[in-house]
């Protein structure tokens, strides 16, 4: 009998993968930080919703359940069989894409990172997650140049500092529901915050879905600027900071659909032609393997035809193809969206 009974209009790809006989095998098991299946799958059991429905507690929870990680991953992520994960992080040099502003109204980039040796954001203690603060705040004051800013604790700064930031959209809620399910939210907003760079475009959050999202942003089309300036934060973060890797996985997170090189990288198009013939965008979409969200992110409407197109793949793919892709992607986009 299977301990764990998933809703029954669930359609997460943990229920799909999860057999009795694997339940079975693993759930006795437990990490070296002490994450049990039961924990992974919190999320998926309480959200009938969920697409995926499972987390990682650790870097280790990946191979203590793979039976479980491995089916969901490659389902997932899709052609991954005897993957070796490679990543590519060097600075391009791509013409700009929109460069009268008619279409793009923003770029944003971001990657994922986990520190090595500590437990993911879903099975932290607070005192964990205090150490972790401690140390990346270290490690973001090592930024130079046009990377120099400020970190913003949610917990101590100053709330009108922190008002400003929550209308400018410098800032991240609380997770949502199935984050909360995960674990993802217990303390907030002890230990989170948000690092702003001078010029307001690069942004760090703390302890939000994972240890550290690392976010370059402009309203511009410029997408090596971005990119480029992302590369720089990283590379200079890596100097101080070790982070989760796997050689078949490449970097980990706490959700499977972001390992790999965990990067979104996106813009905002205005499409007001391609809107009224979604079937043109979404053949072009596919063929570049691109992903359509809503104007606000995940699970959100698309709004003044304002789309939010990025990459879909992030594992078995570099960094820097990534980009190349998308960039051919958005050029063929805007020829579409100008020959109607
Ligand atoms: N909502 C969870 C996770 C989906 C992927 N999105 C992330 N990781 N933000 C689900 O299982 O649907």
Redesign the pocket.
């Known amino acids: 009998m299977n301990p764990f009974i998933f809703p029954k209009e669930s359609n997460?790809l943990v229920k799909k993968h999860l057999s009795q006989k694997i339940c079975q095998a693993l759930e006795h098991l437990k990490t070296d930080s002490g994450f049990t299946l039961e924990k992974a799958i919190h999320?998926?059991l309480k959200?009938p919703?969920?697409?995926?429905?499972?987390y990682a507690g650790d870097a280790q929870s990946y191979q203590t359940f793979s039976p479980v990680f491995d089916p969901v991953i490659l389902e997932y992520h899709g052609g991954v069989e005897n993957l070796k994960h490679k990543s590519d992080i060097r600075e391009l040099d791509l013409p700009v894409l929109d460069p009268e502003g008619k279409y793009i109204l923003s770029t944003r980039i971001r990657i994922a990172r986990n520190l090595k040796g500590f437990s993911f954001p879903c099975h932290m203690t607070l005192s964990h997650r205090r150490e972790l603060e401690k140390k990346i705040i270290m490690a973001l004051s090592c930024l130079k140049g046009n990377l120099k800013g400020n970190y913003y604790s949610f917990e101590h700064a100053d709330k009108k500092e922190l008002k400003q930031l929550e209308t400018k959209n410098f800032w991240f809620q609380k997770g949502?529901r199935?984050?909360d399910a995960a674990g993802i939210n217990s303390d907030f907003p002890k230990c989170r915050g948000v690092y702003l760079s001078f010029d307001k475009q690069l942004m760090v959050w703390v302890n939000e879905?994972d240890h550290l999202r690392i976010i370059s942003l402009e309203k511009t089309s410029d997408l090596s600027k971005v990119y480029n300036r992302l590369c720089q934060a990283i590379l200079s973060l890596n100097q101080t900071l070790a982070f989760a890797w796997d050689k078949t996985y490449g970097h980990l997170t706490?959700?499977p659909?972001?390992i790999g090189t965990s990067m979104r990288a996106g813009v905002h198009i205005q499409l007001e032609k391609l809107e009224q013939k979604k079937e043109i965008l979404f053949n072009i979409t596919r063929a570049c393997n691109l992903q359509i969200r809503g104007t606000c992110g995940?699970k959100t409407k698309i709004e003044n035809a304002v789309f939010d197109i990025s990459n879909r793949q992030r594992l078995g793919i570099s960094e820097s193809r990534i980009i190349q892709n998308l960039h051919a992607g958005l050029l063929a986009i805007i020829k579409a969206e100008k020959s109607i």
């Open positions: 997460s999320s998926g959200n919703d969920s697409a995926i429905g499972i949502d199935f984050q879905e706490s959700c659909t972001n995940e």
